[in-house]
T-cell receptor, first 116, second 114 residues
Framework: AQSVAQPEDQVNVAEGNPLTVKCTYS??????LFWYVQYPNRGLQFLLK??????LVKGSYGFEAEFNKSQTSFHLKKPSALVSDSALYFC??????????????FGSGTRLQVQP | ETGVTQTPRHLVMGMTNKKSLKCEQH?????MYWYKQSAKKPLELMFV???????ENNSVPSRFSPECPNSSHLFLHLHTLQPEDSALYLC?????????????FGSGTRLTVV
């Protein structure tokens, strides 16, 4: 089945330290991969995407993600975490539906908690 | 604001009530989506509309009924819901056909079924 997996329900990191939020995917063909962030009582906001090209993708708020085809991973990273980065993070991949249409399928989310 | 507006933000309804969720986008997108978000579960894709035509219905119970009268508006009509239907319902839109298109989400409607 085409899907993404986020193995960690929660990630805790101290402010100023680097952070990584993990995502692995399972799709046929070349994946289109996305990261979204959700703040309390808000919808999902786009952070970054990988379509093709450079394996290191830079996005909003200083986040970046590394596409690794051999490990089928697309981990989200930031060199120095801020308390304001505390939120729920979703990885997503574009999948081919039975109808031939494409849609995004999301992981279960990882809650990032950055301690001051 | 993201350009996708959902109303109401919060809704409490009894199991015998009928209510509707509304989504409106002003981005000129041609596809709209309903997702269900429950705690610690992946977002569940419920319905997809492309050019106002329903193109996906992911085995959603008939007590959920979508409507897309035009490319800017999407509704989710609710009737005889169950307590397990309590969740955050998210609407999203996108420009289908654009390479690597992402979605723009609304803030969601928090639904509680009592």
């Amino acid at each position: 089945a085409q899907s993404v997996a986020q193995p960690e329900d929660q990630v805790n990191v101290a402010e100023g330290n680097p952070l990584t939020v993990k995502c692995t995917y399972s799709v046929s063909g070349n994946p289109y991969l996305f990261w979204y962030v959700q703040y309390p009582n808000r919808g999902l906001q786009f952070l970054l995407k990988y379509i093709t090209g450079d394996n290191l993708v830079k996005g909003s708020y200083g986040f970046e993600a590394e596409f690794n085809k051999s490990q089928t991973s697309f981990h989200l990273k930031k060199p120095s975490a801020l308390v304001s980065d505390s939120a729920l993070y979703f990885c997503a991949v574009r999948v081919l539906m039975d109808t031939g249409r494409r849609a995004l399928t999301f992981g279960s989310g990882t809650r990032l908690q950055v301690q001051p | 604001e993201t350009g996708v507006t959902q109303t109401p933000r919060h809704l409490v309804m009894g199991m015998t009530n009928k209510k509707s969720l509304k989504c409106e986008q002003h981005l000129g997108h041609n596809a709209m989506y309903w997702y269900k978000q429950s705690a610690k579960k992946p977002l569940e894709l419920m319905f997809v509309y492309s050019l106002e035509e329903r193109v996906e219905n992911n085995s959603v119970p008939s007590r959920f009924s979508p409507e897309c009268p035009n490319s800017s508006h999407l509704f989710l009509h609710l009737h005889t819901l169950q307590p397990e239907d309590s969740a955050l319902y998210l609407c999203a839109s996108s420009q289908e056909g654009a390479t690597g298109h992402g979605y723009t989400f609304g803030s969601g409607t928090r639904l509680t079924v009592v």
